[in-house]
Each structure stands twice: as C-alpha cells, then as structure tokens.
C-alpha cells in the first residue's frame, strides 16, 4: 500500500473574492460578523507602501550609500540564522 506523504494542498488567493462568492443576497449580515477597528487597528492595517515598495526604496538608499548599515547587528543576525538552522559542517 502506497501512502502519499504529501496531500494536495489548497490554493490560497490573497485576491478579495467576488461579492456574489461571499455572501447570499438572500441573507443580511449580522452583527457578528461586523469587525471594527480601533484607532491602533487602523493605523496598522491602512494605508501604506507594500513590501515590494519598501525594498525598492531601501535599494535605492542602499545605492546612494544613504542607508545606514549596522554591521554588528548584521552579523549577529547571521550568526542566529546559522545557529537556527543548524549550520552545515562542511
């Protein structure tokens, strides 16, 4: 018998779903499934340069040689990642 160690896995979509896939026009909303945020919650979910942005910016920085790099951080950040990923002897 054969097992398959690895099941499909199902597609995640970080795309809004359609209106008519979210809900019934039938059925009205009820008020637990109304999310409000607070100031704090809107400050960190509104409105701000994506990821992809970011790094392009950092890079530009980076470029100019206007980015300030801590080496001593940068090092021990390396350091911790060898140490996580159990460094490879070679």
């Given amino acids: 018998m054969r097992i398959d160690s690895k099941p499909p896995v199902p597609r995640v979509s970080l795309e809004p779903r359609a209106a008519s896939e979210t809900s019934t026009p039938s059925a009205p909303p009820s008020s637990a499934s109304v999310v409000k945020l607070s100031a704090a919650g809107h400050a960190v979910a509104g409105p701000g340069p994506t990821t992809t942005q970011r ?17 001593d951080a940068l090092a021990e950040k390396i350091v911790d990642d060898d140490a996580v990923r159990g460094a490879r002897k070679g």
């Fill in 55 to 71: 790094l392009e910016r950092i890079r530009e920085l980076l470029d100019k040689g206007e980015y300030p790099v801590d080496l």
